[in-house]
């Protein structure tokens, strides 16, 4: 009998387990993209079948009945589930000086769970996520060249979404929030995909480098994503790689550096901007088809066009 009662219990405990949502905590009203991101990266974690509660509340009663507590709380305690940065003297600082915002720390708690490695946790830290921390401690990534301009930030997609003036009457901060968490979900699944493929090119486009005879020029059998790893050589001026057009190889000059224009080495100056009959005439090579005005790619009908013109234009 005692065994019999103590199981009929165990089963109630399981459907009761079942049935409880797990509660996710942040602020209320306005909210920006670090909030956003980190409750959209805890609720992939926790799997499409897990029921989530969202609770934006600045009340402490209601962070210490959530399970996670992002960006509220004063308290960044990954293993008790709270991830904040507003405490006095911040919740620290990357090797780059970009300090943590509450994104940030979800990612450096979850992030190669969710991409299964570190190399693709750190494609998205560098693409994703540390620039949305950088705008949520006030830290400029960019300068300005133009007078009233500014880059158009992933924080201003979600700014144009929030109630504004009048519609603050009429529309809720916190339905705003969930259907955001959506689009939020969607970016952040795409990205952690993406970086994932590209954590594979890296390596075979590394491979590929090691393999080159001569390093000025690496020749790619794909597609791939390069300039991370190239960059990071001191040899490598030009790729040569299928491009997406059937039958279409290219030549890319590899850039000084992962952000910016400025290349190592452009293609010869009387290249640029040349086309068909013309640029072959030039180039000496009858496969040539065009070369960008900018001089940073040119374009052939075949893999041996492409490599002989990347050739052509280390002479």
């Known amino acids: 009998m005692g065994d019999g009662l103590n199981g009929f219990v165990l089963c109630l405990s399981i459907i009761h387990n079942i049935n409880m949502s797990v509660i996710i905590a942040t602020h209320p009203g306005g909210f920006h993209a670090d909030d956003l991101f980190a409750v959209a990266a805890i609720i992939i974690k926790l799997g499409e079948e897990t029921q989530v509660e969202i609770i934006r509340s600045r009340e402490p009663s209601d962070w210490e009945k959530a399970d996670w507590v992002v960006d509220v709380g004063g308290k960044n305690d990954p293993e008790a589930g709270c991830f904040d940065h507003h405490q006095f003297g911040g919740a ?23 991409t299964g490695g570190k190399k693709a946790a750190e494609i998205v830290d560098r ?43 009429e529309r809720d901060f916190d339905q705003v929030f969930k259907e955001a968490l959506v689009w939020a979900q ?20 590394a491979q590929a480098y090691r393999e080159s005879e001569d390093k000025r020029v690496i020749v790619l059998e794909g597609d791939h994503a390069w300039k ?21 190889w ?33 180039t000496g090579e009858p496969g040539a088809i065009f070369c960008h005005n ?22």
């Open 250 to 282: 290219g030549v890319k000059a590899v850039p000084s550096g992962v952000v910016g224009f400025d290349l190592r080495r452009p293609l010869p100056a009387d290249w640029g901007g040349k086309q068909e009959e013309e640029l072959k005439k030039i």
């Open 127 to 169: 693409v994703l996520v540390q620039p949305i921390d950088a705008e949520d401690n006030g830290v400029d990534l960019c300068r300005p060249i133009f007078q009233g301009v500014a880059p158009y930030k992933i924080q201003n997609v979600f700014f144009a979404l929030q109630p504004n003036g009048e519609e603050i009457l």
């Open 92 to 114: 620290g600082k990357r090797d780059n000086g970009i300090p943590y915002a509450s994104f940030g720390l979800v990612w450096k708690y979850l992030g190669e769970e969710l």
């Open 228 to 248: 991370e790893v190239l960059v990071e050589k001191p040899e490598p001026l030009y790729v040569v790689y299928p491009r997406k057009e059937e039958g279409r």
């Open 186 to 205: 969607t970016f952040l699944k795409r990205e952690i995909k993406l970086a994932c493929q590209k954590a594979e090119e890296f390596s075979r486009v």
């Open 294 to 315: 900018k001089r940073f790619l040119c374009v052939a009908d075949s893999r041996q066009a492409a490599i002989n013109l990347a050739r052509k234009a280390l002479e």
